[in-house]
């Protein structure tokens, strides 16, 4: 399984970006699509998943409210909107896929793509 992410970029606090995760690599089974991201000097942390089959989602409390996360299951895409950026949300954001049943909230991940760069000014 290969993931791509894409659309970070810089932005204002306030302001909003979208990102995608396309996820290819022949016949595979998603259960659940993920959004991580790496703060410099700081661990990795989970930001929001997706259920596959029912589009049930969880966050974090820090993005609860201003991120929306959302899939296409026949383009197997994964979508984080982001609003009312925080400077805090300046981070390597990652996608994830886990291909076994496990509670959404689990922070177990098998497939990970490479990250994309999000900066948000103050």
């Known amino acids: 399984v290969q993931l791509q992410a894409s659309g970070g970029g810089m932005v204002q606090a306030g302001g909003s970006l979208r990102l995608s995760c396309a996820a290819s690599g022949g016949t595979f089974t998603i259960v659940h699509m993920g959004w991580f991201r790496q703060a410099p000097g700081k661990e990795r942390e989970f930001v929001a998943a997706v259920s596959w089959s029912g589009g049930g989602t969880y966050y974090a409390d820090s993005v609860k409210g201003r991120f929306t996360i959302a899939r296409d299951n026949a383009k197997k895409m994964t979508y984080l909107q982001m609003n009312s950026l925080k400077p805090e949300d300046t981070a390597v954001y990652y996608c994830?896929?886990?291909?076994?049943?496990?509670?959404?909230?689990?922070?177990?991940?098998?497939?990970w793509g490479q990250g994309t760069q999000v900066t948000v000014s103050s």
């Open positions: 994830a896929v886990r291909n076994y049943r496990t509670p959404l909230a689990s922070l177990n991940y098998n497939y």
